[in-house]
C-alpha cells in the first residue's frame, strides 16, 4: 500500500531500520552535481523562485527571503549548507521543507522528481567525526546507476540555524 499521511508532529528519519514497510516517498533533488533525497512528509510544495529579496544581517546560507502567496519562506542556498562549491545565482527553484511550525526554502537546481523507492535501495551512510560537514545525511540512496545523500530535514534546521547562531 504506498499511501503518503502528513507528517508535521511526527517526522522520523530515513533509516533502513526504522521503516516498517518496504517502501517510502522520496522528493529526489540536485545542489551542484549532486543527487539528495528528502522523505516527502517534510515537504511543503516547491516553486520558481521569481524574486529573493536580501535581508542584511543574514548568515551565508541564506540568501533572503521569498514570498509564497503572502508567506515569508527563508531561503538557504543547500550549496552552502552541503560544503559545495557556489558559483553563479541561487539556483531557480526552491523545496519548501516544514519542521514542526518552521518552514525552509532549500534552493535547488532542477525540479525534483518524486520516486517510491524500496527499503533495500538504502544503505547506511559513513559515519564522519566529529565536526563533520555533513552530518544530515543519514544515509546513501542507490537509484538505478545514480547516489544520493538522504537529507535529514531537522538536522538541516540544526546546521542553518547554527551558522546563524555564529
Keep these: 500500500?504506498?499511501?503518503?499521511?502528513?507528517?508535521?508532529?511526527?517526522?522520523?528519519?530515513?533509516?533502513?531500520?526504522?521503516?516498517?514497510?518496504?517502501?517510502?516517498?522520496?522528493?529526489?533533488?540536485?545542489a551542484g552535481a549532486e543527487l539528495f533525497a528528502i522523505d516527502m512528509g517534510n515537504?511543503?510544495?516547491?516553486f520558481e523562485v521569481e524574486a529573493i529579496t536580501p535581508v542584511p544581517g543574514m548568515p551565508a546560507a541564506l540568501?533572503?527571503?521569498?514570498?509564497?502567496?503572502?508567506?515569508?519562506?527563508?531561503?538557504?542556498d543547500l550549496r552552502h549548507v552541503l560544503g559545495l562549491p557556489v558559483t553563479g545565482p541561487p539556483p531557480p527553484?526552491?523545496?519548501?521543507?516544514?519542521?514542526g511550525t518552521r518552514q525552509l526554502g532549500m534552493l535547488v537546481d532542477r525540479v525534483p522528481e518524486i520516486r517510491t523507492v524500496q527499503r533495500e535501495q538504502f544503505l547506511p551512510a559513513i559515519k564522519?567525526?566529529?565536526g563533520s560537514s555533513r552530518p544530515f545525511v543519514s544515509a546513501v540512496l542507490r537509484i538505478e546507476d545514480r547516489m544520493g545523500g538522504v537529507l535529514e530535514v531537522p538536522m538541516v534546521f540544526e546546521q542553518v540555524e547554527g551558522r546563524a547562531i555564529r
Design 128 to 130: 564522519h567525526s566529529q
Design 63 to 76: 540568501v533572503g527571503v521569498a514570498n509564497l502567496r503572502g508567506i515569508v519562506i527563508p531561503l538557504v
Design 43 to 46: 515537504v511543503r510544495e516547491v
Design 1 to 30: 500500500m504506498d499511501t503518503m499521511t502528513p507528517s508535521s508532529e511526527r517526522i522520523v528519519p530515513i533509516h533502513a531500520e526504522s521503516m516498517p514497510d518496504a517502501h517510502v516517498r522520496v522528493c529526489l533533488i540536485s
Design 93 to 99: 527553484y526552491a523545496v519548501v521543507v516544514r519542521h
